[in-house]
Structure formats: structure tokens, C-alpha cells
């Protein structure tokens, strides 16, 4: 195997099409071929090429070298990554290519800025009479914190910039030693029960359909155009604008759920179940279902949410564990008889010994027991396993619903 690494015009780029073949070099660029048993040089390595790749774009002069190094760290820790996944058998995941132009978030070390009340002074390439464009001058909307090590300069899908400032906080402790599961759906983002059976239900974002209605409609319109005419540019304009506005609410929604069960719940330790989308929407015997694809791997954003809960769990102390969920949908939390139950039916209703309550509970409780039964003997609190579908039962009525806005005061906090 071959990959071609080129660093042509100051960004470095994979071009996997010469897989398995060898050719000559090109002409004005600088390429790095590694064959079957060799190594990646790393970035020192690579980082060479910098000099070369300015003199074919003299463009590259005006950009401010350290970005241009970030480049080769980011190139570095993705040839890395792929080459330990086909080391481990998993599937490569080939780094990404990005234009020439293409924006995409920059880090500038926190010594090579300067921030004044609002105003933030990012340098460009060149110094003295070499220096073309002036030092990018932006105007911050609040404080910057102090105690910053880098700034991250991101842009979103409708032309607004972004300045995150990189700070370390020191991690929470959290004494209590309580266990609350969560079993992840689509309608209901999140439902979950603790070892004395209260009954977490939080929704998500609610308003995907509407979203939905209109990015069809626009790229509909859109498909009738001529591609790069005025009306063409426009529509896609406004439909980048409406997507971007879609993500911002859902993310919101995201972060208010994973901020309230890492930050507002007293358990300490929690559980959430090993969800593959894939499966979901890739069973045998399933007919396709667009809608049912579209409504998982667009609009549902399980990874992007297992993410936020994991880092959001760390800074406060708390013991994030992801547990194999397998058949807890099919299985009676009661008696433990399995039977087969589809997406739709959102009752579960054991025929063995009668049991009728929420698909989303009867999981939830499921994961609960299967890790409480991995700890194995408990001598503090006795309400465990067998005890927690009890509990449930005697404070049904403790069941709440949270919105959106997620943003409800509960009694147990």
C-alpha cells in the first residue's frame, strides 16, 4: 500500500487515488510516499516541505507561520491515528482533504496574541516591509478569560467567527455513590432510573420536522437552477443559513441535557447503553426506510452527545460507563422473558407474567440491573437489582417530562 501525502500550496493533503501504484514525482510539490512496511516520518519530517510549498504559492507568505505548523501537528496526529487503526484491524478512516481555500479552525498559541478589553489583535505572515496585510483586528462580544493557553478561531456555516479561549479548570469531586441509568431514543432523548427507581424522561429537540420542511423546499428550488448562477448562489445562501440555524438549536439541546445529567443530578456513577445507529437502520429483513435513515444519523447526533457527556462528566467528577445494551429492549425487566418487540411499539407487554409498562423504561431498568449485577456484592444501601423494578412501581408517579428548553428545577437536586 502507497499513501501520497501532498504539502502543495502550505496544506498538506492525502491523495488516496494512487492506492497501490507508484509514479513520478510531481512537479511543484512536495509528496512524502510511504509503501507497504514503511513509516510515517513523523511531523519534523514533514514539516520540511514548508519551504518548497512557499516557493510554488508565494501567496503562502502572508500567512502567519505558526498556523502553517498547526497544519503539519494536525496531519501528523491523523496519519498516526490511521496507521494505529490498521495496526488494530479496524477500519482505516483515510484523513480528510480540504481545499485550498477551504476555512476551517485555526489555533494560535496564547503568546502571539494580544487581547485588550474587547479587542483582540491577531497577527498575519511577514514582518517589517515584507508585511503586506495588517495584524486582523476583532472585536470580542464578552471578557476574555484569563489564564488562557491557546485560541481557537472557528467560523459557522453563515459567516459568523468564533474566539475560544483554551483554559484548564481542575475537575470536581463528587462523594455520593448512587448509580442512574440512561437508556438513549430519538423521541425521547434520554430516559433513565436510579437504584430507588426514580424515573428520568428528557426530550430533545423537538423542532426537526419543521427544519426539515423547509431545507426541502429550498433545495428543491435549488435543483431547478443552473449551478453557479445568481439564483443558484443565492438559494444555497439561505439554505446553509437555515442548516446552520438548525444545528445551533439542536447542539443547544445536546448541551442543556448532557450539562443536566452531568452537573444537576446527584448520582455519581452513570450508565449509558452502547447504541449502534447503524444497526438500527441495517437490521435483516428490514425494508429501507428514508425517513428512518434520516432521523438517525442526521438529526439524532447519539455520538455528538455521548461526547458532551463524557468531557462534561469528567470536569465534574463523575464516572461516565458505557455498557453494552444488547436485547434489554427485548428482555422482561421482571421475569426476564425475551421476546422480539419492533421500533414502533413503544408499549412493552410481557406474556409470560403480564407485565405492561414503557419500551423506554423497561431498558432502562435492564441496563440499571445488568451493571449493578457487575459490581457484585453490595453491604451499603439494599435496594438493588430485584429491588429497583419494585421501587419503580411504588413512584410511578414520580415520572417528568423535560422539554427543550430543559431548563425545569427538580425536587431531587
Known amino acids: ?240 443559513r437555515v442548516s446552520q440555524q438548525k444545528r445551533n438549536k439542536q447542539r443547544d439541546s445536546l448541551h442543556k441535557v448532557s450539562h443536566l445529567i452531568a452537573h444537576k443530578l446527584v448520582e455519581r456513577t452513570v450508565v449509558v447503553g452502547d447504541l449502534s445507529q447503524r444497526q438500527i437502520v441495517m437490521k435483516e429483513h428490514r425494508e429501507r426506510n428514508k425517513h428512518l435513515h434520516r432521523a438517525v444519523f442526521n438529526e439524532w447526533g447519539l455520538y455528538t452527545f455521548i461526547q458532551m457527556l463524557l468531557y462534561k462528566c469528567q470536569l465534574y467528577g463523575k464516572d461516565l460507563q458505557i455498557l453494552d445494551e444488547r436485547d434489554t429492549s427485548k428482555t422482561c425487566s421482571d421475569c426476564g422473558q425475551k421476546q422480539s418487540t419492533p421500533l414502533w411499539k413503544r408499549t412493552y407487554y410481557c406474556k409470560e407474567c403480564g407485565l405492561v409498562m414503557d419500551q423506554d423504561e423497561n431498558s432502562v431498568v435492564n441496563i440499571l440491573m445488568r451493571f449493578l449485577a457487575r459490581l457484585g456484592p453490595h453491604t451499603g444501601d439494599p435496594v438493588r437489582c430485584a429491588d429497583v423494578f419494585t421501587a419503580i412501581e411504588n413512584q410511578c408517579a414520580d415520572v417528568f417530562t423535560a422539554t427543550d428548553n430543559v431548563l425545569n428545577t427538580f425536587e431531587h437536586i
Not at 496507521?83 to 484491524?89: A, E, I, L, P, S
Not at 423537538?206 to 429550498?218: H, P, R, T
Open 1 to 240: 500500500m502507497m499513501v501520497r501525502v501532498s504539502a502543495s500550496w502550505g496544506h498538506p493533503q492525502a491523495d488516496y487515488s494512487a492506492l497501490g501504484k507508484t509514479g513520478p514525482r510531481e512537479e511543484g510539490k512536495s509528496q512524502i510516499i510511504l509503501r507497504d512496511g514503511e513509516q510515517w516520518p513523523e511531523w519534523a519530517e514533514a514539516k520540511k516541505t514548508l519551504q518548497e510549498s512557499r516557493e510554488h504559492d508565494p501567496e503562502l507568505k502572508w500567512v502567519y507561520g505558526k498556523l502553517m505548523q498547526e497544519i503539519y501537528f494536525r496531519l501528523d496526529s491523523a496519519m498516526k491515528a490511521f496507521f494505529r487503526r490498521v495496526k488494530n484491524g479496524e477500519k482505516p478512516g483515510f484523513p480528510r482533504v480540504r481545499p485550498r481555500h477551504c476555512f476551517f479552525t485555526l489555533i494560535y498559541p496564547a503568546m502571539y496574541i494580544q487581547v485588550e478589553g474587547l479587542s483582540l489583535r491577531l497577527p498575519t505572515g511577514g514582518r517589517g516591509k515584507n508585511k503586506r496585510d495588517p495584524d486582523v483586528i476583532a472585536t470580542l462580544t464578552e471578557e476574555a478569560p484569563t489564564g488562557y493557553k491557546d485560541v481557537a478561531i472557528s467560523r459557522d456555516g453563515q459567516g459568523h467567527y468564533y474566539a475560544s479561549f483554551i483554559v484548564e479548570r481542575e475537575e470536581e469531586t463528587c462523594d455520593n455513590n448512587s448509580v442512574v441509568a440512561f437508556d438513549l431514543g430519538m423521541k425521547t432523548l434520554a430516559t433513565g432510573v436510579n437504584e430507588q427507581g426514580k424515573v428520568y424522561r428528557v426530550g430533545g429537540f423537538k423542532g426537526v420536522q419543521w427544519y426539515n420542511c423547509q431545507l426541502d423546499k429550498i433545495r428543491s428550488k435549488r435543483d431547478k437552477c443552473k449551478k453557479k448562477s445568481r439564483r443558484y448562489c443565492y438559494l444555497s445562501n439561505v439554505y446553509n
